[in-house]
């Protein structure tokens, strides 16, 4: 800015340097400047414009999501010159030859063209990501980079943590949902609670999706010391899914507000026990919430 602060009546210069990422010729950016004037507090001023590049990639990234465990991924982008451009494309190149494949599958390569990226697959769960390079004979690109990412995952989507949480006083209820990415639901064989605290339901199966109904029985909980309530728990679920025939799952229980949390000893507490768990309290978030 040229200056910090602007008269009545007075002017002002905003300088903005923009540095543009990725191969997108088309730009628009919004700046919000605030000000201590109570009539307009803050304003928006908006840029677009056309950034000149030599060529461009669409999309300008790469990204193969939920691809199952042990299979191959395909995705595929285009690359097109400016019309504007003399520049010519001289090489398309993968950096990791290892996990990704990559082929021209339209016209030549020093001109406008489309390509297909193979993901080789992965033995386990997690994303790889490599770049392509793309260099040119213009002035403006010389070189364009291409994020590529291929994320593997197992055939079902459920929930890890769980939380019972409290209304007006009582344990709430709670249907886990465990869905298939691929065909029907997994069949719940047996689900198994080794601490017996919960009261366990398997519902009937909707589409892709299997439910269990759990709630806690409330004169079990309530035999635990304190240190076992603000525990976690295991919760193991046995399922027709042959990637993940077994699930290890945990819950916590959220507990009445007389129940303190570990810590140095205090003495006699005649209010609210500060550290306590609020009734509202909740770890996590529910894919499938009820």
Do not use: C, W
């Not at 097109?80 to 950096?95: G, M, N, Q, R, Y």
């Not at 021209?104 to 390079?133: H, K, M, N, P």
């Not at 076992?228 to 679920?237: D, F, P």
């Not at 007389?258 to 909740?282: H, K, L, Y």
């Amino acid at each position: 800015m040229s200056a910090d602060a602007i008269p009545p009546g007075g002017e002002g210069e905003i300088k903005v340097t923009l540095r543009p990422r990725g191969s997108h010729a088309q730009i628009i950016k919004r700046i919000v400047v605030h000000t201590d004037d109570p009539v307009q507090p803050a304003f928006t001023l908006t840029m677009m414009g056309e950034l000149l590049v030599d060529v461009e990639a669409a999309p300008a990234s790469v990204n193969l999501r939920e691809i199952r465990v042990g299979s191959r991924g395909t995705g595929t982008f285009d690359l097109k010159l400016s019309e504007t451009t003399d520049a010519k494309i001289v090489s398309v190149t993968l950096e990791d030859t290892k996990n990704f494949a990559l082929r021209r599958t339209a016209g030549e390569l020093e001109g406008d063209s489309s390509y297909e990226v193979e993901f080789r697959g992965a033995r386990q769960v997690g994303t790889v990501s490599t770049t392509i390079e793309v260099v040119t004979t213009g002035e403006i690109t010389p070189k364009l980079s291409i994020r590529v990412s291929a994320t593997a995952v197992l055939n079902l989507r459920y929930q890890k943590n769980i939380r019972f949480t409290r209304r007006a006083g009582q344990l709430q209820s709670r249907v886990l949902r465990i869905s298939s990415r691929e065909g029907e639901a997994p069949k719940i064989k047996k689900v198994q609670d080794p601490d017996g605290l919960l009261e366990i339901e398997v519902l009937d199966p909707q589409g892709a999706m299997a439910s269990i109904r759990a709630a806690v029985n409330e004169a079990k909980y309530a035999a635990l010391d304190d240190e076992a309530k603000l525990g976690v728990h295991e919760l193991i679920v046995l399922t027709s899914d042959e990637d993940e025939p077994r699930l290890e799952l945990e819950y916590q229980i959220t507990p009445e507000s007389s129940v303190p949390r570990a810590g140095p000893a205090a003495g006699p507490v005649t209010g609210p026990v500060a550290g306590t768990v609020p009734e509202t309290a909740a770890v996590g978030s529910d894919p499938h919430p009820q």
